[in-house]
């Protein structure tokens, strides 16, 4: 019988069953790098942001031009977004990084930089949630 890796095993589970987060979609599953397994050290994150009314459209496009250049970067294990679909403006980031570092580089990114002058004003809420897979 095979060896099941268990810190794999949860990692990919908690990624695939946060995509239906609250009816939500998630943008670009179907291209989605299988890389590797959350390693000791890795951080797991939830990012919600919820948009002002009348801001709903420019957060969620802001949203969606972070995934591509954020999955190129080194230390990303998974970067999926998923927009409510029964409330516009409402995108949830489900995020894994190989350590904190990894994390704390994306935040120096430009894209990053970027993506926090295109929110900046917008949101009506937001939340960062970390995570840890059980012991």
Known sequence: MKKINRR???????????????GATASGCD????????????????????AQAGE????????KAMVAPTRKEDGCITYILQ????????????????????????SATEHMKQFSKEIA??????DVVYWKLPE
């Open 31 to 50: 291209d989605i790098p299988t890389r590797k397994a959350l390693p000791e050290g890795g951080v797991i994150i939830t990012a919600r942001l919820t």
């Open 56 to 63: 709903e459209a420019a957060v969620e496009a802001a949203c």
């Open 83 to 106: 927009v409510n679909e029964k409330q516009k403006g409402d995108c949830l980031f489900y995020e894994q990084w190989e350590s904190k570092a990894a994390l704390d580089a994306h």
């Open 121 to 126: 004003g917008k949101l009506a809420d937001g």
């Open 8 to 22: 794999s095993w949860l990692a990919g589970s908690a990624a695939v069953a946060g995509i239906p987060f609250l």
